[in-house]
């Protein structure tokens, strides 16, 4: 059974730090992309960062310069790190593995607040 644990999430002062982790485990496939996403009350979920099996990285533009995305193979996990971070950055953080035939698997997602 696929599991995905974010942790991570929390309450934040704008301008502050947080590092998101997702634990993957009970793969029994080849991974195309994981990648995080994010849903903010009110508006649909939207992918914040993503990185293929190759190391490849792209980023919303909103969190450019401010995000980064990488996997720790060897531990099945995938971080997210996130400085200076804004209000609107405010969102369910979710975790999501693609597999090579585009099935999507998902975490619980993590509670991310950022006040002004």
């Known amino acids: 059974q696929v599991q995905l644990v974010e942790s991570g999430g929390g309450l934040v002062q704008a301008g502050g730090s947080l590092r998101l982790s997702c634990a993957v485990s009970?793969?029994?496939?080849?991974?195309?992309?994981m990648g995080w996403y994010r849903q903010a009350p009110g508006k649909q979920r939207e992918l914040v960062a993503g990185?293929?099996?190759?190391?490849?990285?792209n980023y919303a533009d909103s969190v450019k310069g401010r995000f980064t995305i990488s996997r720790d193979n060897a531990k099945n996990t995938m971080y997210l790190q996130m400085n200076s971070l804004k209000p609107e950055d405010t969102a369910v953080y979710y975790c999501?593995?693609?597999?090579?035939?585009?099935?999507?698997?998902w975490g619980q997602g993590t509670q991310v607040i950022v006040s002004s």
């Open positions: 999501n593995v693609r597999s090579q035939s585009m099935n999507n698997y």
């Open positions: 009970g793969i029994f496939f080849r991974i195309n992309t």
């Open positions: 990185i293929t099996s190759g190391g490849n990285t």
